[in-house]
């Protein structure tokens, strides 16, 4: 019987516990030593509830009683047809468990998940049933080699970022912005800053006052422009990428003057919600001709961009009379950049906190 592009998967819950399936037993299975629910493809005639019921009975012996449909999830992997699962929680369930010749099943503590061989993907899916989202649309593109490159939630595009070992390289793992930000994972994030010389042999930089909807330090002002690195690209692409987008300042690569690494930490909270932000940033100057009147600026980020003396915005930084979320360590390798002999080649600056 050819099989059904429709799927069910459920998570059966007990004393906050998740039901979970080690898929160990098969050679040539997709899912080859992933943690996962319980479940199946849809027989001819099935409705999605009938093969949860159906599945469920036969991989663990167990006869579902309460249960709910959660989300439906669109899979789609390179070279391969799409695939549509529906997602099921259940916390009322009669029978004894049996072995299952899928694999291993084993109760695992909710808090204990992240912790597990975990599709990147079902990540975003547990954390969405841990905030008790009664019922979502996710979709995720896959390559073959199991990374994930582009999430939609509801129909909205969702930023993925590689998270990086603490020499700033990708570990191979791919997380969903909110999360990243939740949970404090290092990512790779761009800064450029605009600056102009002035005839007096002074230093102008440019600020963007950041939107007073964002997520994080609403109406504070930040560097010139910044952004971060999607999963998979490079910096080079989104630091240009960033400077169209929030600022309308069309580049090319030879226009960025690298100055070195940044490496920061900062914790608060937001809206009522944590937010932790540890990134390594590679830092850039843009010293082309740039006018306050030629700027388009991205409204949803920036507010307005202005230029400031450099000295008075440092002294603004340092008596706390700019609201800025700047970090001065940062700030100050805008001026020793342009020292005679200076090289970024090793220049690793890190700040654990804002000041």
Not at 86 to 106: I, P, Q, V, Y
Not at 149 to 159: D, K
Not at 275 to 290: F, M, R
Request: hydrophobic residues 30%; contains cysteine.
């Amino acid at each position: 019987m050819k099989k059904s592009n429709m799927t069910t998967l459920c998570y059966i819950e007990r004393d906050n516990k998740y039901l979970m399936l080690h898929r160990v037993a098969k050679k040539n299975d997709i899912n080859k030593d992933k943690w996962i629910g319980v479940g199946g493809h849809l027989e001819e005639g099935e409705s999605p509830e009938e093969c949860l019921l159906r599945e469920v009975w036969e991989e663990t012996g167990l006869t579902l009683t309460s249960y709910r449909f959660r989300g439906l999830i669109t899979f789609c992997m390179d070279g391969a047809p799409a695939e549509y699962m529906c997602l099921f929680t259940a916390d009322g369930f009669s029978g004894r468990m049996r072995e299952c010749s899928e694999g291993k099943l084993e109760w695992v503590d909710r808090k204990k998940l992240e912790g597990l061989n975990l599709w990147d993907g079902d990540r975003l899916f547990f954390d969405l049933l841990r905030r008790g989202e009664p019922f979502f649309s996710l979709k995720y593109c896959y390559r073959r080699d199991g990374s994930w490159y582009r999430a939609e939630l509801n129909g909205r595009s969702l930023e993925l970022f590689d998270v990086c070992g603490e020499d700033g390289a990708p570990t191979g793992r791919v997380k969903e912005r909110s999360m990243v930000h939740r949970d404090g994972d290092l990512h790779r994030t761009v800064h450029m800053w605009v600056i102009r010389k002035r005839e007096d042999g002074g230093l102008d930089v440019l600020l963007q006052k950041r939107s007073k909807d964002k997520d994080s330090y609403p109406g504070c002002y930040d560097i010139s422009s910044a952004g971060h690195v999607q999963a998979g690209d490079d910096f080079e692409i989104s630091a240009l990428r960033e400077l169209k987008e929030e600022l309308g300042v069309e580049a090319g690569r030879e226009d960025l003057t690298f100055i070195g690494w940044h490496e920061g930490y900062a914790s608060d909270t937001f809206r009522g919600q944590p937010y932790k932000n540890w990134e390594i940033s590679a830092v850039y100057l843009y010293d082309k001709p740039v006018k306050i009147s030629g700027l388009t600026l991205q409204r949803s980020e920036v507010e307005s961009a202005v230029f400031m003396d450099y000295d008075e915005i440092l002294a603004g930084m340092e008596d706390g009379s700019l609201n800025c979320c700047l970090y001065p360590k940062e700030f100050q390798m805008i001026r020793k950049s342009l020292e005679p002999g200076y090289s970024p080649e090793g220049v690793r600056v890190r700040e654990i906190s804002k000041i």
